[in-house]
């Protein structure tokens, strides 16, 4: 009996994650897609030395960027939102961080001192208006693929992949426009 019963809790489960997957990526726009190796080691090269406030990374996923941003600010919060509930609890509880399972457009980011994505044009455009007025003078932006339009980054990267992945860093000069260059 329980050689038939333990199988079938197993797919029920495997099923209900993957319908909670597919459900999160079309009520968001994009999948828990995790930054590549390669992408992740120009994120490394790119990130500043120093960040004034706590590190927070929009849309965690699976978390991939974590331990890079553990590495880089040991003495740092850290802090990732994600709404998609099992890359969400994974990224809590294997990376240990805390995690918010929450719309990340909610977020109180007024003490960031350095913001990480990897999202979609819609959201660049959002974060844009919505994020960047909020966030205080100084603070690092970190995204990859897909830049702000019309803000001119501090630094760009290319990643060593296929695709030549752009990787940017930008810096908020004062709380409305994150643009004017400055010095790394
Ligand atoms: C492409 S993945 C990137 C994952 C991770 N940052 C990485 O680079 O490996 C984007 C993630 O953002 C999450 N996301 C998108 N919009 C969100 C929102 N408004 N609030 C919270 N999470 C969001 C998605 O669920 C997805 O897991």
Not at 10 to 15: D, G, I, N, S
Not at 17 to 30: D, E, H, K, N
């Amino acid at each position: 009996m329980i050689s038939i019963i333990i199988p079938i809790i197993a797919e029920t489960l495997v099923c209900l994650g993957a319908v909670s997957i597919l459900f999160w990526t079309i009520r968001l726009g994009i999948g828990p897609t995790p930054t590549s190796y390669k992408v992740r080691a120009a994120i490394s090269d790119i990130l500043p030395d120093h960040v004034r406030g706590d590190v927070v990374e929009l849309g965690c996923g699976w978390g991939h960027l974590i331990p890079l941003l553990q590495a880089q600010y040991p003495h740092v919060t850290i802090q990732g939102w994600e709404r998609s509930p099992l890359p969400a609890l994974f990224t809590h509880w294997s990376r240990k961080v805390k995690v918010v399972r929450k719309d990340f457009f909610t977020a109180d980011l007024s003490n960031a001192g350095l913001i990480v994505c990897y999202l979609y044009p819609g959201a660049m455009t959002r974060i844009q208006q919505e994020i960047i007025p909020q966030l205080p003078s100084g603070c690092w932006i970190v995204t990859h693929t897909f830049a702000l339009s019309g803000c001119e980054p501090v630094k760009t990267l290319k990643a060593n992949d296929l695709y030549q992945t752009p990787v940017y860093l930008y810096q908020v000069r004062d709380t409305l426009h994150p643009a004017t260059p400055a010095r790394h």
